[in-house]
């Protein structure tokens, strides 16, 4: 049997590190995921996706990430039955992630909702076009080739 979703995506709200009676980290957060496909004259549709965090990844989530920073997470998904305050039954559908990672951009992957410094623009991109002919040597073909 397999169970693995991987979705990407952004966070809804910062997330909140919780400590269970056992001492145990845990969080759970909402991930905002675009569908891939959209309707002619309408507009793409988002799915909220429910993900929980324990140990060392829900402190690495509550530390790195917050609302609206972009995450990418794999996990797998679980169900759990529960009642509502009415008394109604319920079940919740989520992601226990097993690694989380970022994706956005490095602007914004800074650390507690803090913008990291954008990266300096100024040296030119690296040129490979200024070797000349002399830079190589011609290789024979039954003797030097490693296959």
């Not at 809804?12 to 919780?18: F, G, K, Q, S, V």
């Not at 305050?85 to 970022?102: H, L, P, Q």
């Not at 602007?107 to 954008?118: H, V």
Request: with cysteine.
């Amino acid at each position: 049997m397999l169970n693995c979703a991987v979705i990407m995506g952004r966070l809804t709200a910062d997330p909140e590190l919780r400590t269970t009676t056992s001492g145990i980290s845990v969080t759970s957060f909402s991930v905002a995921v675009d569908r891939s496909y959209v309707r002619p004259g309408e507009e793409r549709q988002t799915d909220f996706i429910n993900v929980v965090a324990w140990r060392q990844t829900a402190e690495f989530v509550t530390r790195y990430f917050h609302k609206g920073s972009m995450i990418a997470v794999q996990g797998s998904i679980q169900t759990r039955n529960y009642e509502d305050k009415t008394g109604a039954k319920r079940t919740a559908v989520e992601i226990v992630a097993d690694n989380v990672s970022f994706c956005g951009s490095k602007n914004e992957a800074g650390t507690n909702g803090f913008q990291a410094a954008p990266a300096p623009v100024d040296a030119p991109a690296p040129s490979f076009s200024t070797a000349s002919a002399t830079d190589f040597q011609a290789a024979d073909m039954e003797d030097e080739l490693p296959f």
